[in-house]
């Protein structure tokens, strides 16, 4: 009886760590496809990975609250610069249908208005929301990590 | 603001935090972090564990005077762990030549909850001025 007992909290336990390992690989998923089109200039698959009420605060503006203004937002960023950059995963945790991240970015940004391509280096720091199974984007500020010029 | 219930404390730590900053108090400042954090300042790699942080706020106190104020839109309380997010606004010092300029920033914070307090765990700001 020790031995069936001990069976099923030991599966029990298995199943709630896969379970919130496959949740934070679930962030990690969305921080990826982050990446991807960021890279790729995609901004439908931008928004499809913000939440429904979201905040994005990129550098020299205010915040932008919400879907419409985000979007305005990225429009703003891919009308000035081509990115390529990759995402370094630092720190995640998962709370229920809320998670965290901290992430840095490194790579090149082209500046379209003269060709230039420059060093393009970021911290970041994430909260998600977890909306109908999927982790979405909820809060995102990024601040440069590259020494002032 | 949108703040869930039992906010009150970490509001509290903010505004902690907002006057240690004006009064560029570190010991008060570093009594606010918590065991492991990470402080990303603008221009600097991120700051992770509290020996980096004390260094960099040394480094800002070394350079500037702040007299700024939070304004906080944001708090979500998770069990031991929360959010924030804030602006603040107002002006800086610089020492090196005694200008005051404008300061304004979105900030991101995570809080834990420390033997029974709330520090902050990880933030990250940016200015909000326009280029």
Partial sequence: MKKILFGVLLGALSTSISFAKSEKEAVVDTIKSYEKALNGNDIKTILSLYDIKPTFMPQNAPAQIGRDAVKTAYENVFKAIDLDITFEIYEVEVFGKTAWARTSSAGKAKILANGETISEGNNELFIFKNENGKWKIHQYLFSTNLPRK | ?131
């Fill in chain 2, 1 to 131: 603001m949108n703040s869930t219930k039992n906010s009150g404390e970490v509001i509290q730590l903010i505004k902690e935090y907002e006057k240690a900053l004006n009064e560029k108090d570190i010991l008060k400042i570093l009594s606010l972090y918590g065991a492991n954090p990470t402080f990303m300042p603008q221009y600097a790699p991120a700051q992770v564990g509290k020996d980096a942080v004390k260094s960099a706020y040394e480094y800002v106190f070394n350079t500037l005077e702040l007299k700024i104020s939070f304004e906080i839109h944001d708090v979500e309380v998770l069990g031991d762990t929360a959010w924030a997010r804030t602006s603040s606004a107002g002006k800086t010092k610089i020492l090196a030549i005694g200008d005051i300029v404008s300061e304004g920033n979105n900030e991101l914070f995570v809080f834990k909850k420390e033997s029974g307090s709330w520090k902050i765990h990880q933030y990250i700001f940016s200015t909000n001025i326009p280029r």
